[in-house]
């Protein structure tokens, strides 16, 4: 199993964390141990990353293997109300009460973590939605806001509280080129005393803005390291043609119209510069 990044200061433990859904292994005998950054968790669909971010947000609990959390225990229903009010999630599918303002969406959920101060609750609201961009926002009503404003309240609203440990899933999803800029600068601030674990399907996000980067395939965390480390885990074995290559292990058309293919270059080949992409892609297919 892979452990992640060094630390001193270990937010988040996992030690053969395991959780099935009837016969199926969603997440599989998964080990972790993060500390303060930005982690990326990429992999393909159905390979257990939504499963495992919900455990990490408390949602669920695993079936075997124990979990600590901001150095509790979540197991332990006192401990787990701890953990939640210094933990911020953002599910792939937020739920938001379309009749709500996004001022009072966030409120709500600061309610929920038990925040009983309400002057506070509306300062830090008003501060999260300034956060995000939706300074101008936070009176309409929910339901008349784009996709990609609705997404950004529902950042907001995991932001609430500062928490120490953020989990997000797709939180890009429904943004713009320039509101992806903004959520990054949201997410470094949050990283620098904090752990912040997102999953992603692009490769891109996680090469502005990651520090660490862990790949999940069928329910395990099949490979872990940098960034940079990803993208040369691909060194020497991505080459371009102009016809297919069938012993590749995978091959694709790109933009010009010239076939990029991942493996063992055939003689003469002239091996190119590798990318995330490329690593990701031979990673997940070794892993198989």
């Not at 080990?31 to 455990?55: E, F, Q, W, Y």
């Not at 901001?70 to 599918?93: E, F, N």
């Not at 999260?128 to 101008?136: F, H, I, K, M, S």
């Not at 990651?210 to 395990?220: A, I, P, T």
């Amino acid at each position: 199993m892979t452990t992640t990044r060094t630390t001193t200061a270990t937010l988040l433990a996992a030690d053969g964390v395991t959780h099935r859904f009837g016969s199926l292994t969603a997440v599989d005998d998964v080990d972790l141990s993060l500390g303060p950054g930005i982690v990326g968790l990429l992999g393909p669909n159905g390979a257990g990353k939504t499963t495992l971010l919900r455990i990490l947000a408390t949602v669920l609990a695993p079936d075997r293997g124990t979990l600590s959390l901001l150095g509790m225990d979540p197991a332990s229903p006192s401990a787990r109300t701890d953990v939640r009010r210094r933990l911020g999630y953002l599910p792939q599918s937020p739920q938001l009460y379309g009749g709500f303002t996004p001022l009072e969406m966030v409120d709500y959920v600061a309610i929920l973590k038990e925040h009983t101060d309400r002057a506070w609750r509306r300062r830090e609201a008003a501060t999260v939605l300034e956060a995000v961009g939706l300074g101008d926002r936070m009176h309409k009503r929910i339901r008349t806001l784009s996709g990609g404003m609705q997404q950004r309240v529902a950042l907001a609203a995991a932001l609430i509280g500062t928490p120490d440990l953020l989990v997000l899933d797709e939180p890009a999803t429904g943004l713009d080129p320039e509101q992806r800029i903004a959520l990054r600068s949201v997410l470094a601030e949050t990283a620098q005393r904090g752990c912040v674990v997102l999953s992603t399907h692009n490769t891109a996000e996680v090469g502005a803005l990651c520090h660490h980067v862990l790949v999940m395939d069928r329910g395990r965390i099949c490979w872990g390291g940098t960034p940079a480390e990803l993208a040369a885990a691909a060194d020497g074995m991505v080459w371009e043609s102009a016809h297919d290559e069938p012993t590749a292990l995978r091959s694709w058309v790109t933009g010009p119209g010239a076939r990029r293919h991942l493996g063992t270059p055939p003689a003469g080949a002239t091996a190119l510069q590798p990318t995330l992409d490329d690593g990701y892609l031979l990673v997940t297919r070794l892993a198989r």
